[in-house]
């Protein structure tokens, strides 16, 4: 296959949502449709269920599963459909942030009783940063919910989106009787199925036929012509290039669990989505047609064994092709390395393959070479740009609680680092270590495997800070005013830049009145120092 053909049958994608919302239900839905899976229940337990937070034994069967289950490839329609599963809990909420960046597109679950909720408004913040083509699938319609165009505002006002529904439902809940499609003109006609994959589809040239009133009800039949005259009204015609600029998401209504309304998804999906997309880096944009092979790390995965300390790293490929035992260069190391053992996953299982393609994820295996965000390239000295690091929400003191096992408390927190399991910042005097995590089950997880895998004992003490923010100015001596009067709230992040940990968003607001040249930021990108 050449390249060429290869860019143009791939689909890279990640489906996000508030936990809950059905995510792990519609993957696997999909995953069904595309046959790559036979049965229902096959992806569900990669999910780190909520009870699960002091279960340690569940964590780490999920870490197993959640390596298999990363990345989930698939044939559909003579496409290649890549998933990248992003993890549901929300205490994990970085480690999607950084598979956004591996991914084209997006497909966003919603719940419909629910509508946009926290963490939905925080994925989409992502997304819009960097104009991610964004497809809403409104679920669980066979349950009452919100009026759907009280969603779809809902939609527009808290995701900063506009909107343009493709499908609309017939009633929901206990009156939900399908989803008309707008642009085929036809309905699919509700039945609730779990396990098969069966439609039922009315052809409506006409919305003005009494065929429509026998196969609704009258009402139900008035109230859906209705409202589509009123879709007309308020909403532009879809428009595929706005949707690949990420000004404009199409929406699905449709219940998961039922397979209802994923295949009017699906199909859409191959139709419009994008094919893989170019990257930045710091010496300009890299396209997938570029001839020369080029890729980027966005997660690192400690394997299970903690006898032997290799990790899976995933590579996500941008330009060109990778092949197995090739040289390639790890700019940030200037070193070369070569793979023998690339593995690719097709749902749950995994093999080693010999080549792979722009918007293709690998995995490979690494002794510690790697860290998040890190470039291979064929010997240039461009490194990607954009992956993002949030400020975290949660910030503990590391504390050692035995002395001689100093050493390995050193390795072990950095490797983790290396991973992105948290942020860690360095205050002095004393080069203290302070944890800044999402939620707090990271804390617990960086325990047990301190622990576990490095036999190092750690206790953390709660700090009350509230924001971490990157500081840079062009005022050297505004900076160096604020580095003194603050030192006592000043860290440096893993690559030396300078941190300000503000105890309240009062005191952030003060700090940014008074060195207004300074510029307070609250996301930064891994700046990886060459060696
Ligand atoms: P997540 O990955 O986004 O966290 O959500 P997940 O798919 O696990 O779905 C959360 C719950 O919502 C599950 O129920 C799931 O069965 C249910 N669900 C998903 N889609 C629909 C839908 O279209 N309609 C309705 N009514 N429910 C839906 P659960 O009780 O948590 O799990 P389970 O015991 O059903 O597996």
Redesign the pocket.
Known sequence: MSNQEAIEKRRTFGII????????????KLLLFGGAIQSAGAV?NN?IKKTATSDFMEIEKQRGISVATSVMAFQYSGKQINILDTP?HKDFAEDTFRTLTAVDSVIL?I?CANGVEEQTEKLMEVCRMRKTPVIIFI?????EGKDPFELLDELESSLNINVRPLTWPIGMGDRFQGVYNIYDKNINVFSANKTKIEKDIVSISDLNSPELDTLLGEKPAAELRDELETIEGVYNPFDREDYLAGDVAPVFF?????N?GVQELLDTFVRISPSPRGRDTDAGRMEPDDKKFSGFVFKIHANLDPKHRDRIAFLRIVSGKFERNTFYKHVRLNKKFKFPNPTSFMAQDKSVIDEAFPGDVIGLYDTGNFKIGDTLNEGENFMFKGIPSFSPELFQELENLDPLKSKQLEKGINQLMDEGVAQMFIQQPGNRKIIGTVGQLQFEVIAYRLDHEYGAKCRFVPKGYHKACWITTDNDAQLADFLRAKANYIAKDKDGNHVFLAETSFLLQMAEKDYPDITFHKTSEFKLERV
């Open positions: 949502s508030h936990p809950d919302a059905g995510k792990t239900t519609l993957t696997e569900k999910k549901g679950v719940d679920n669980k319609m066979d349950r449709g219940s998961a669990v039922n209802f």
